[in-house]
């Protein structure tokens, strides 16, 4: 079991976890007599699930394309250091889109109650997120492999994780979630741009042309810190603004975190050096939508 959990990546869960958990924290501010936990509880297995089914995809995709070998800075990978193999992982692959679906379609009944038009539109997102999920690094034409991971990401990890989940709670289209959308989408488009200029020597060599080696080193930095800039003023001071609520100056707190991470990404000259601030990212990303949950908690109480 050991390699099969090292394989899973169970480090990545947090930065997936945190737009779930973004989504669900409005839904339970505006909604709070009809916020149902199962659909909060089922939302974060489906969106486990299919973290695991993109960790596995990516990597047999980079073992098969090359881009996982002895000069790639990053933690070894499964194949790559010979503890599964590309037909272990493939079945792995088949039974995570197994309880993908099951995970998603259950999630989605007890989310809509009955079989209608609104569970067929999200029937199809889920297999959209499936697809994305295999399509970064694998097969023809694999989209991480042409620069649009980070447009993947954002739509995925924001759009669609943040807004979906709280209309599975609430049945109700507005714009907070979609300016809360745009703050944890630009969190994890930059845990992948951290990611990506890590191995931007590598990726290059292999003909793995992602956003930043297609921008190039100062320019991929420039674009990270962009997304740091948009993140912080999408939600955060709009919130502050029109829910004139001190308690979300509370949501400030990982803006300490991320001024020295952009700090030190400024200074870095060796691609080697930006490993250690992915945990650092992932995690002041979950704390950013945990924090969120404690807001919405005081408000609450407060009224």
């Known amino acids: 079991m050991k390699k099969w959990i090292q394989a899973f990546r169970l480090r990545t869960l947090p930065l997936s976890f945190s737009t779930i958990l973004a989504g669900n924290a409005l839904a339970y501010l505006f909604w709070f007599d009809h916020f149902k936990s199962i659909v909060l509880w089922l939302t974060l297995l489906t969106t486990l699930f299919l973290q695991i089914l993109s960790n596995l995809a990516n990597d047999y995709g980079d073992a098969t394309k090359g881009a ?4 790639r800075i990053g933690p070894q990978r499964a194949i790559q250091s010979g503890a599964i193999s ?68 954002f739509i995925f990890f924001g759009l669609v994780g943040v807004c979906g989940s709280y209309y599975l709670q609430t049945g109700e289209i507005n714009l907070w979630p979609v300016a809360l959308a745009i703050s944890i989408g630009c969190f994890s488009a930059a845990v992948l741009n951290l990611n990506n200029m890590r191995d931007i020597e590598n990726d290059k060599e292999v003909g793995k042309n992602t956003l930043a080696v297609r ?36 949501l400030f707190l990982p803006l300490i975190l991320h001024m020295a991470h952009l700090l030190k990404v400024s200074r870095v000259q060796k691609p080697a050096e930006f490993d250690p601030e992915l945990k ?18 005081f408000i609450s109480v407060a009224h």
């Open 86 to 153: 590309a037909k272990e992982m493939k079945y792995a692959i088949v039974i995570f889109v197994f309880l993908s679906l099951v995970s998603g379609l259950a999630l989605l009944f007890l989310a809509f109650e009955n079989f209608n038009l609104t569970y067929l539109i999200f029937t199809f997102i889920g297999i959209l997120a499936i697809a994305a999920a295999i399509k970064y690094t694998m097969g023809k034409g694999a989209y991480g492999y042409s620069g649009l991971g980070d447009v993947f990401v």
């Open 215 to 250: 921008l190039g080193a100062k320019s991929a930095k420039r674009y990270h810190m962009l997304l740091f800039i948009l993140a912080w003023f999408a939600f955060p001071v709009h919130a502050l603004i029109f829910f004139k609520s001190y308690y979300f100056l509370i």
């Open 68 to 71: 996982d070998n002895e000069n």
């Open 280 to 297: 650092k990212i992932a995690i002041s990303s979950f704390l950013f939508s945990v924090l969120l949950w404690l807001v919405v908690y």
